[in-house]
Nanobody, 126 residues
Framework: QLQLVESGGGLVQPGGSLRLSCASS????????IGWFRQAPGKEREGVSC????????NYTVSVKGRFTISRDNAKNTVYLQLNSLKPGDTAVYYC???????????????????WGKGTLVTVSS
């Protein structure tokens, strides 16, 4: 069974940090670009960050640029999202998703995801 499992969420004070992990089960992440998404209460899901299959290209939504960092370790079948300088507005359930891409596709985007995790809750509050 192909699964993505997020971990690392929790309660943190404003200005704090968390590191989210996205691990795969049943398949290798080598063939996929990976995206992180979030959905806050009462809001639509939005793309936060993505990383290309090779890790050479990353993209961030404007609101998290300079604060969040995405990375991947294909040997560990894991993608990370480092969250720094957290704000109450970052409170959401964070999901990772995998997008099948060809070997020559060197970018990433937030569309056409094939597999999704169940999410991990990040709460930023004092």
């Amino acid at each position: 069974q192909l699964q993505l499992v997020e971990s690392g969420g929790g309660l943190v004070q404003p200005g704090g940090s968390l590191r989210l992990s996205c691990a795969s089960s049943g398949f290798t992440l080598d063939y996929y670009a990976i995206g992180w998404f979030r959905q806050a209460p009462g809001k639509e899901r939005e793309g936060v960050s993505c990383i290309s299959r090779s890790g050479g290209f990353t993209n961030y939504t404007v609101s998290v640029k300079g604060r969040f960092t995405i990375s991947r370790d294909n040997a560990k079948n894991t993608v990370y999202l480092q969250l720094n300088s957290l704000k109450p507005g970052d409170t959401a359930v964070y999901y990772c998703a995998a997008q099948t891409v060809g070997l020559l596709f060197r970018l990433c985007d937030f569309g056409g995801m094939d597999y999704w995790g169940k999410g991990t809750l990040v709460t930023v509050s004092s």
